[in-house]
């Protein structure tokens, strides 16, 4: 009992400057963190609301508060902002799901499979990701062209296929991340479903995928996001018809500003801050299959 009270009594003893030591630098940096994070999108959102909409105008807390940059980003008949949010976000969507459909069947096969290559075709993808997608630009744009001419679908200002391109683009990473959780998963779960008389087949749909779920949600809100931001690749793939129909978020924004970035401040604050909206539904969305251990007790009973 004395030993305890001792220990009580220290513990309540904590100066000042030894709590800042053990505790205290860690709510700065993490205060620091938290403010560094969010000061873009506050930034942001004060542009979009100050109707002077100029850059050099810009206050954290705008004199003029309004929402004239709203009413110019919907109403400018030159400039279809919705067209633009459906392109990006069914563009998106889409490109997400093969990208996590493609993935999850070559990190299967490299995890589970031994064949001859296997490890040559393991380092083939990772010594390719470490090349710019910036390189393959002229490549691609040159390889689609001689599509063209075979396949009308697959043109310039396709959506399908700037998606071709995207699913292709993104199999490395994709790949390493997923065969990486795979490889967590213990194979005797597949060695008892085989057992019980499993194919390959329900093995990986009705076994590896529930149970891969959580790396599932990271590589689609990885390749969303990526897919919302991307703008080079965008821009040579869609840019190239002229209709403004035809165009992305990311890409109709820019011509809209056209170079005029201060003039053109505030509705371009505006749509990017509404640009977020998706991606933040979508990591609500998928945050409980993040956050969550499916595999935990996978092979108890």
Request: hydrophobic share 55%; proline share 4%; glycine share 6%.
């Amino acid at each position: 009992m004395t030993t305890v009270h001792q220990i009580i009594v220290k513990e309540k003893k904590m100066t000042t400057s030894k709590w800042f030591r053990v505790l205290g630098w860690r709510h700065i940096v993490a205060l620091f963190s938290i403010a560094f994070a969010l000061f873009p999108l506050v930034w942001m959102t004060s542009a979009s609301f100050d109707q002077l909409g100029l850059v050099s105008a810009q206050k954290l807390i705008p004199d003029n508060i309004g929402l004239d940059n709203y009413r110019k980003i919907f109403n400018n008949p030159e400039a279809p902002y919705f067209m633009w949010y459906r392109n990006a976000v069914l563009i998106s969507l889409a490109n997400a799901l093969l990208q996590m459909a493609i993935g999850a069947f070559a990190s299967y096969a490299l995890s589970r499979f031994r064949f001859k290559g296997r490890k040559t075709t393991l380092l083939t993808i990772l010594v390719v990701q470490m090349f710019p997608q910036l390189l393959s630009v002229t490549a691609l744009f040159l390889l689609l062209a001689e599509i063209n001419e075979s396949i009308p679908t697959l043109s310039f200002g396709s959506p399908l296929a700037l998606i071709i391109i995207f699913a292709g683009g993104a199999l490395g990473v994709n790949a390493w991340i997923l065969k990486g959780f795979f490889d967590t998963i213990p194979t005797e779960i597949d060695e008892s479903a085989k057992v019980d008389g499993a194919s390959h087949a329900q093995i990986f749909f009705k076994i590896i995928l529930p149970l891969a779920l959580p790396a599932l949600a990271v590589i689609v809100l990885l390749s969303f996001i990526g897919t919302m931001n991307e703008f080079v690749l965008t821009s040579v793939i869609m840019g190239v018809t002229g209709d403004p129909n035809d165009l992305t978020l990311a890409v109709g924004l820019q011509r809209f500003i056209d170079g005029q970035y201060d003039q053109q401040w505030g509705p371009f604050a505006a749509g990017a801050l509404l640009a977020a909206i998706p991606v933040m539904l979508l990591f609500l969305f998928l945050q409980k299959y993040v956050v969550s251990g499916l595999t935990a007790g996978a092979t108890k009973g």
